[in-house]
């Protein structure tokens, strides 16, 4: 339903005064979940540079434990990003002032299971009406 004119003058004031506020734009910003995935891609590369520096180092003194304690760290880091990576890509649906929200349980798997139940839902949106 498109809005009035009045309504449309009063939608675009309110956009300029939040657009104004920075006690606003910080807050929005701080609770956007792209926001946190990139910092925390930006952290897991600083710590991968770091592990590439530790195995590196470790090569250059000779000391084998050191080499692999730092693949092992840039390892775990690149893991973390792609973690990251696709959980900033599928976020997670939150009711706004709310609590609720769907996740999958840890552990739960997506196979067969969210393909049963994508298709029972679709065909009960699909049904017809009289069959309520």
């Known amino acids: 339903m498109p809005l009035s004119e ?19 734009a910080s ?22 540079i ?23 760290v840039m390892l775990a ?4 990003a792609v973690q990251s990576h696709r959980r900033a890509q599928s976020p997670d649906l939150h009711v706004v002032g709310g609590t609720t929200s769907r996740r999958r349980p840890r552990g739960a798997r997506s ?5 049963l139940l994508d298709r029972m839902e679709d065909r009960w949106r699909q049904r017809p009406e009289g069959h309520r």
């Open 50 to 72: 770091a592990g590439l520096a530790l195995l590196v180092y470790g090569a250059v003194i000779k000391t084998p434990p050191l080499a692999v304690a730092g693949f092992v």
């Open 77 to 80: 880091s690149a893991a973390f």
């Open 6 to 24: 009045h309504e449309q003058r009063l939608f675009e004031q309110i956009e300029r005064s939040l657009a104004e506020d920075p006690k606003f």
């Open 27 to 48: 807050a929005v910003r701080a609770s956007d979940p792209r926001f946190h995935a990139r910092r925390r891609l930006l952290v897991a590369a600083g710590v991968i």
């Open 111 to 115: 196979g067969r299971r969210s393909s």
